[in-house]
Each structure stands twice: as structure tokens, then as C-alpha cells.
């Protein structure tokens, strides 16, 4: 092979929950990877572009499907043992213990605790350290895709941006930060913080842009960058899979979540109330004449929710598609409906992208904050609104009034802008 051959040749790593049940994240990582491909292809025609899906919780790229939590994990997270039950155990209890504790002080001295554990413990830091240098070995470029990654509260992204950072400056490569977003909880004076900062200043990080909260993301980028707010790459859905949106639409989808979701952010509204509010939302549907069904994006506590709400409600299974295990078997589904009524974000990005209509039931302000961005604020309905008459009543709005093109446009021009800032620093750091 020729050099002129050789610096046609970019592999990029693309980082992410690419492994997630929640499928949603892949239209992440595959609505990015087509806008990264066609700038690209635009710059330089010719180019042969490969690219490296990371996972950022160290998952193994084949998934079983086990219900056993543990054996799940054992065949499923790479290098995971088995003989880090004990320090597992600790590590679990200590977070529910910060979480209940109602003092900074607390809280920040069991996190510096728990921190200690990830460092040390087993299938924690060494394990994750070996997972990045075996997805990550001669990349040319790493990507961060998005999402609310700007989380150390719940989820605990924060520790594996820190080693991407560590692995990044270790071999000389460069990273971005691609239009992401707050999840849970974000104050400076937290110690989760201070280790999200150092991941998202170290010298390797080259760009960062935001896709909601500027500010916090502002907060964690530091002076050493200017944060834009763009767009979630997804809004290219249409494009990246295909879709065929002239489809016959005939029901209405309903958009399911876990019944512990809003008190994973420590609100009391759990699986009895969602049980409750989906099923209200069903029945004011079928008084209004309109065929529905319930969706997931594939997580199994969302199923589980799913199945509680269909004998509530005394419905066969029928009424409740199967879980998806494919990301694109849930677009096919989003992409059937006239409109949804969700509470996962990319489902309802999703569905803006083929022109379905959608109403979100917000659990998190990062809803929010999408929905006045797009242009549809009174689109996410707030708890306080929790009400079946009035989310079918939003929906029926939605349905009226459509998807205005411009505001799609715009959207898509955030959303690729957030791509074409950084096109140039991949072009210059081929090998």
C-alpha cells in the first residue's frame, strides 16, 4: 500500500452506551456515525472510514439475553469475575447510602469511599482500563457521542470518561465531546464532579459541544473551551437508517418506562403511579375511538412496567409489542404510529425525525429542555400535568397541529454543525 493509499484510511472510535438495552442510544451512535461519514466523504472523497463502537460501561459486543442479574453480567461485561461479589456489595450499599444522606459533607466523604473501591476493587477500574485498550488500540480518532453524559449521580458515567481522557493522553490521541447533555444530579461542590472536570479538561479533549444545559456543560468543559449549543445527532435519523416514512399509519404508540425511573432522581411517583397513569392514558384512548398499543425502547423494566399496566387493564399480550433487542426493529415501530405518547427522549426524536407527532411525559428536565429547543415546549408535559384527559388532549394537539419542516431544519443544521466543527481535527490526525 502506498502512503497516498494509507492517509485515505480514518478509524474512529465511537463512544457511547452502544451495548445499552435502552436502544435509544444507538440511534446515537448510527445517526452520528452517518453525519461523520458524510462530511467525510464530502471533504475527501475516497475515504475509507472504519469505525470502533465503544461502550463506556465495558459491555462485550455480543449480548445475551439472561435474567439471572449476575450471570448476566458475568457474560456479558468484559472481565468481569465473579470473586468481586463482597466489594460489589459494598460499592452498591455505600451509593444508597450517599444518596440517602442529606449533607454535602456525607455525601462527598462516601463518594471519595466509593471512589477508592473503583480504584482498587475488583471489576471497577482495572477491568475497564483493559476494555478501552482493546477497543481502542490504533484508533486514529475518539468521538464521545452524545447523551446525558454528564453524569456521576446515578449512572456513574464519570469514572469511564476519566480512563477514555487517561487512555487519550497516554497515546497521543485527541478526543470530542459530540453534543452532549446533563442526566442527574450536577453541582460543583460534589465529588463526582471534580472527576467528571478532569475527564472533560484533559489536554487530549479538543472540542465540546452541548445538547441541553450549556451551563453545567460549560461548567465541566472549563475556560479552555467555548460550549455551543447544538443538537442531538439523532434529529439525522431519517437519513442514517432509510426510513420509508409513507407508510400507512393507523395507532397511536405508547411509549413505556421502568416504574422506578423518577425515583432514581429521588421523586416519589413509582411503578403503582405509572401503573396507574398508562393505564388512564389507554382507557381515555379507547373511549376517544383510537387503536394504541405500548412500546419499549427494549429495556426489560420497562416490559416488566408494561405487563402490570395490561392486567390492570385486562388486555391480552397483544397490546404490548415485543421487546426489541434490535435497534432497528424500534424504528420500524416508531415509524408505524400516527403519534406517540412516550417517556424516553430518542423515541420521541425518533419519531419527530418521520414526521410522527409526539408528546413526552417529562421525568427529567433534560425533556424539557429538548422540547423548548425544537420549538414544542407545551409538547412536554411536566408531573404536575400528569393527567390521562390532558396528555390525550396534548396528543390530539400534537396530531393537529403536525411537525413544522422549519423547525426540523433547524434542528438538523444544530446537529451536523456539531459534526463539521471537528471534521477537520480527524482529517489531520490519520496516522
Not at 455505600?94 to 449533607?103: I, M, Y
Not at 408528546?359 to 425544537?374: C, F, G, Q, R, T
Request: proline share 2%; charged share 30%; net charge neutral.
Amino acid at each position: 500500500m502506498t502512503t497516498t493509499e494509507k492517509t485515505k484510511n480514518v478509524k474512529i472510535a465511537i463512544c457511547g452506551l452502544v451495548k445499552s438495552e435502552n436502544l435509544g442510544e444507538m440511534f446515537i451512535a448510527r445517526s452520528l456515525e452517518h453525519l461523520i461519514s458524510d462530511g467525510l466523504e464530502q471533504a475527501e472523497p475516497g475515504i475509507e472510514i472504519e469505525y470502533v463502537e465503544v461502550d463506556l460501561l465495558g459491555r462485550n459486543d455480543e449480548i445475551f439475553e439472561i435474567a439471572d442479574a449476575r450471570e448476566r453480567r458475568l457474560r456479558n461485561y468484559y472481565g468481569y469475575s465473579d470473586k468481586g461479589r463482597f466489594t460489589e456489595k459494598v460499592f452498591l450499599d455505600l451509593q444508597r447510602r450517599g444518596r440517602k444522606a442529606k449533607s454535602k459533607a456525607t455525601q462527598n466523604l462516601i463518594s471519595r469511599a466509593r471512589h477508592l473501591i473503583w480504584k482498587f476493587g475488583r471489576n471497577y477500574r482495572n477491568r475497564l482500563a483493559s476494555y478501552f485498550d482493546l477497543k481502542l488500540e490504533g484508533v486514529d480518532y475518539i468521538v464521545i457521542d452524545g447523551a446525558g453524559l454528564l453524569e456521576y449521580s446515578y449512572n456513574e458515567y464519570h469514572w469511564s470518561l476519566l480512563l477514555i481522557s487517561e487512555y487519550a493522553e497516554r497515546h497521543g490521541l485527541e478526543v470530542v465531546y459530540n453534543a452532549i447533555g446533563r442526566a442527574g444530579a450536577f453541582d460543583e461542590r460534589d465529588f463526582g464532579s471534580t472527576i467528571l472536570k478532569r475527564a472533560i479538561r484533559s489536554s487530549a479533549v479538543k472540542y465540546v459541544s452541548a445538547r441541553d444545559n450549556v451551563t453545567e456543560v460549560q461548567a465541566c468543559a472549563g475556560p479552555g473551551h467555548t460550549v455551543k449549543l447544538l443538537a442531538d445527532s439523532a434529529f439525522w435519523m431519517k437519513e442514517a437508517y432509510g426510513i420509508d416514512t409513507s407508510i400507512e399509519r393507523k395507532k397511536i404508540g405508547i411509549g413505556l418506562i421502568r416504574g422506578n425511573s423518577l425515583q432514581g432522581y429521588g421523586v416519589e411517583f413509582g411503578s403503582k403511579e405509572w401503573t396507574a397513569l398508562f393505564a388512564g392514558i389507554a382507557t381515555v384512548l379507547g373511549e376517544r375511538g383510537y387503536d394504541f398499543e405500548f412500546f419499549t425502547n427494549g429495556l426489560p423494566g420497562d416490559v416488566t412496567l408494561g405487563k402490570r399496566v395490561l392486567k390492570k387493564l385486562r388486555l391480552p399480550d397483544s397490546y404490548l409489542v415485543e421487546r426489541p433487542v434490535d435497534d432497528t426493529v424500534l424504528v420500524d415501530t416508531i415509524n408505524g404510529y400516527e403519534a406517540i405518547i412516550t417517556c424516553r427522549m430518542h423515541s420521541s426524536i425518533a419519531a419527530f425525525t418521520m414526521g410522527v407527532p409526539s408528546v413526552i411525559l417529562s421525568w427529567n428536565d433534560k425533556v424539557e429542555k429538548l422540547m423548548e429547543i425544537i420549538g414544542y415546549p407545551e409538547r412536554a408535559i411536566r408531573q404536575k400535568d400528569f393527567r390521562p384527559e390532558y396528555i390525550v388532549d396534548s396528543m390530539e394537539k400534537a396530531k393537529a397541529e403536525g411537525i413544522d419542516d422549519a423547525l426540523l431544519s433547524a434542528m438538523k443544521d444544530k446537529a451536523k454543525e456539531s459534526v463539521s466543527d471537528y471534521l477537520g481535527l480527524i482529517l489531520a490526525a490519520r496516522h
